[in-house]
């Protein structure tokens, strides 16, 4: 039988924004789903992001943002991930995101957005059904 | 020592609180309870009546008392609301200087009393516009301020020496408020009269908030700095605002939000004993700022209870005279983290109960958050809505026909009671670990929130808490229409373009020494305040002068703990 290494995530918290209640959350979940979580402290460039995601080899990094800033900040995420030939890196977020804002990030390459009201469960259930081991 | 209650009623009281159990047992034999366990949204236990046995130690005169007496647990000042209403300040910024002047004209016209500003998360964190670390962020989630120009343009035509303004700033901190005051005296307006208040509450931002700049011990330099300045320079301004709200938002407990802001309020007053100042030149310029959060009761005995503590921990724990030390007067916003994105037009009416709790409670000032704020920057609208909210407690509800209308309940006085003595063994925990600047490099405070916000997650999950709209009467496919102010994209460079044009016309040479004055001040013991606002009135920016702290004291990086 194959042996199937566990998923491996990143939570981060690109930007500015200090709001990391949810990523801290989320990254508690994660653990406890049986997921080897990377947890990247706040106050980073999009550009950081990307490279530890790169160094860790992680199978999908979650974005989360509740200020705002999140259209550039998630577009940029994963534009560099492509551009680093790292598009297999699921990206997907949560915050403060309004519905305009979550149709343009998915076309971007966004794969999913979680918005306040999102259960633990279903988020987990995501990850377990759309990122399998790189 | 004189009772509350003569001791010769409990005898009684026990005997028919008995018959009362026996009785409910029999209700309970046949149905059970609603709830297997009724607890509040802290999870704190809740009994099933309150009487005056569980009030058997207290002495009327000493904990509950009147209003403007020690220890103010009705209120600090004698009069409350029968003589003025708590000031009516809606926090407000958005996009541009001018876009934000736009929004406070409007609030004044609409009958705010006080004015308070949100800034955008570069100039939260002491960075300008043409930073690449601000790529985005300009004026999302609040005003840009990278100059004395914006400064200047964002108070425009307001009459900031009749109204006091509230600046939700920390790291940079000192820095805005130079501009302030450098703002005020362009306009001649002499700083001794400015009235308003700076939160520059640097502990609740490793605990909680997280916009931080240099680390922990450095931080509290530059705000003691500042409450130097202020008890000389600007008698009027209140130099902190400690801060419960965003340990609240970030996750705490009602108990937890109420002992970590005091502790927090200690650590200030230490540091500002050992610069030499006294204890009561600095401390009636202390303001407090707390959450006011969905569990009605719990609230208002939080509020209760932090003004008993705060006069008890001055007089007892720091030997302050001044009555005016000893008063806990604070700002309150309803919880922010109640609101839900579902059913949205639900907000309205969480923050008209959550606004009530505070008012229960003797706010001095309060923000009602609006129905959208879940979703983006409130509208217009939805702002006037917020407001309007306030007023409806204020002029029809009645409840501001009496003082501490809930004083006496047997329920809110156990409470006020058990949040007191609960927060209280929390503080000394934290004096134990060598203060909150030792109990903070622990991580203590930051455990304790992650893990009651993850309780909490964990309850709303499995259904033991209820969010309407949400975890219960949910609508399937919910398409609620709500207008979203959207920041225009734009505005970055317009702002980038604004703070160059500022720059091009400096004196490099004048600006250079005053950026050296600042350096050498930073790096002795000298107040840095003088400094700072000789350095904006020559033209620094926001970001040269945080630089300049940064370069001097270091950065602090987020330890990223979950």
């Known amino acids: 039988m194959k042996h199937e290494r566990r998923v491996r995530v990143m939570v981060a918290k690109p930007g500015l924004d200090g709001h990391d209640r949810g990523a801290r959350i989320i990254a508690r979940a994660y653990r406890d789903a049986g997921f080897e979580v990377v947890y990247t402290g706040l106050h980073q460039t999009p550009e950081e992001i990307v490279e530890a995601a790169i160094q860790e080899d992680v199978d ?25 030939g790292a598009e297999d890196i699921v990206v997907c977020g949560g915050g403060i995101i309004p519905d305009e804002d979550i149709k343009k990030l998915k076309s971007a390459g966004v794969r999913e957005i ?7 469960d279903e988020i987990v259930k995501w990850v377990k059904e759309n990122v399998k081991p790189r | 020592m004189a009772l509350t209650f003569n001791p010769k009623i409990f005898q009684d009281i026990d005997e028919k609180y008995a018959a009362w159990k026996k009785k409910l047992g029999k209700v309970f034999a046949k149905k059970p309870e609603r709830l297997k366990r009724f607890s509040t949204v802290s999870d704190k236990k809740i009994a099933d009546i309150y009487t005056p046995a569980d009030l058997k130690d207290q002495d009327f005169a000493a904990d509950i008392g009147f209003p403007g007496d020690y220890p103010f647990t009705r209120g600090v000042q004698p009069s409350m609301y029968r003589g003025r209403l708590w000031t009516m300040r809606m926090f407000a910024g958005l996009g541009t200087a001018e876009d934000t002047n736009r929004r406070f004209h409007l609030l004044v016209r609409e009958g705010q009393t006080g004015l308070s500003t949100a800034f955008d998360m570069p ?37 900031i020496d009749r109204i006091t ?60 700095d500042t409450v130097e300045f202020g008890t000389k320079e600007v008698p009027r301004w209140n130099t902190i605002s400690i801060s419960g709200y965003h340990i609240r938002e970030a996750g705490s407990t009602a108990v937890q939000e109420l002992a970590f802001t005091l502790a927090d309020g200690i650590a200030y007053t230490e540091k500002a004993l050992e610069r030499g100042l006294h204890v009561d030149a600095f401390a009636p310029r202390f303001s407090f700022f707390f959450n006011s959060h969905l569990d009605f009761f719990e609230e ?68 009602t958050n609006s129905l959208d704020e879940v979703l983006a920057i409130p509208t217009e609208e939805a702002a006037t809505i917020a407001l309007r909210t306030q007023q409806i407690i204020a002029e029809e509800s009645g409840v501001a026909n009496t003082i501490d209308p809930l004083g006496g309940s047997y329920f ?62 949910a609508i399937d496919a919910e398409d609620i229409p709500v207008e979203v102010l959207e920041i225009d ?57 945080c ?16």
Request: aromatic share 8%; net charge negative.
């Open chain 1, 60 to 84: 999908m990094v979650g974005l989360s943002s509740l200020a705002g800033a999140h259209k550039y900040l998630f577009q940029t995420v994963v534009e560099l991930l492509r551009e680093r």
């Open chain 2, 547 to 562: 630089d300049v702290f940064r370069d001097v004291f270091g950065s602090y990086r987020d330890p990223g703990i979950y």
């Open chain 2, 489 to 545: 994209e734009a505005l970055e460079t317009i702002q980038i373009e604004k703070t160059h044009r500022v720059k091009e016309n400096r004196d490099g040479a004048a600006l250079k020494q005053c950026l050296e004055k600042v350096g050498e001040a930073c790096t002795g013991t000298e107040n840095v305040m003088e400094h700072l606002i000789t350095a904006v009135k020559a033209g620094a920016t926001l970001q040269e002068l």
């Open chain 2, 412 to 473: 809110v006085e156990t409470l006020t009671n058990q949040m007191e003595e609960e927060a209280f063994e929390l503080i000394h925990k934290i004096d134990h670990m060598g203060g909150m600047l030792a109990a903070i490099e622990q991580n203590f405070p930051q455990q304790e929130i992650a893990d009651a916000a993850y309780h909490y997650q964990k309850q709303i999950d499995d259904h033991e808490k209820t969010v309407v709209g949400v975890n219960k009467y």
């Open chain 2, 300 to 367: 208002v005995a939080k509020f209760r209870a932090a003004r008993r503590m705060w006069a008890r921990i001055m007089k007892e724990r720091f030997g302050a005279k001044d009555p005016r030390s000893l008063w806990m007067r604070f700002h309150t916003q309803t919880a922010g983290c109640s609101l839900t994105a579902q059913q949205p037009y639900n907000n309205v009416v969480r923050t008209a109960l959550q606004g009530l709790a505070a008012v229960m409670g003797g706010t001095q000032s309060l923000h």
């Open chain 2, 165 to 224: 303004t509230s600046m939700t700033i920390n790291p940079p901190a000192a820095v805005i408020w130079a501009m302030y005051i450098a703002m005020a005296e362009h306009r001649g307006i002499d700083r001794k009269v400015l009235g308003g208040t700076i939160q520059n509450d640097m502990l609740k931002e490793f605990v909680a908030q997280k916009t931080f700049m240099c680390p922990p011990e450095p931080s509290v330099r530059i705000v003691t």
């Open chain 1, 114 to 120: 979680f918005t306040p009201g999102a259960t633990l």
């Open chain 2, 123 to 159: 100039t939260l964190m002491g960075y300008d516009t043409d930073s690449p670390k601000a790529r985005g962020e300009c004026g999302k989630c609040g005003v840009a301020i990278d100059t004395l120009k914006d400064m200047e343009d964002l108070f425009s035509g307001l009459p």
